[in-house]
């Protein structure tokens, strides 16, 4: 299987489509139905934005993986009901965050519950998929 553990900001992860997510040991893991590498990702020979899946988003050694979820009543950020899945819809924003020696990734999206964020402190990621899937959803906006 195809991995990746380079480029964070060449992954687009915009309305991926979340499968499942958990914690195993120092990982924190993410099934994805799909995701979209940048034409000029280094996984990505194309010369064109593809997309990649069945994908697992790994998240190693993580040190933090902290939920929130926006209560629209209050307007105000609360504790996440389902810590250990708080995206179980799609995923619309992710960033990694380099703050001093520290990786942070953000990933925003979808709940049943409401708008989630999920911070993530880790050492790096990867990304392993199985196969090409076609053209990224943007393609034909980059060209």
Sequence with gaps: MPSSCERFDLVD?????VVASGRTGREVWLELRYASLAKDHPSNDSGR???VGPCTLTFH???TAEARLF???TRT???HPAPDMPI???IIHAREEIVGEEQRYVLDGMHTAGWSEWHIR???FTLTWSE????AWYARLDE
């Design 132 to 135: 090409i899937l076609g053209d």
């Design 88 to 90: 179980d819809n799609a």
């Design 49 to 51: 934005p593809i997309r």
């Design 13 to 17: 992860l915009h309305d991926a489509p």
């Design 77 to 79: 950020w609360v504790r």
């Design 71 to 73: 209560d629209d009543r």
């Design 122 to 124: 880790a050492e790096g």
């Design 61 to 63: 050694a993580a040190v």
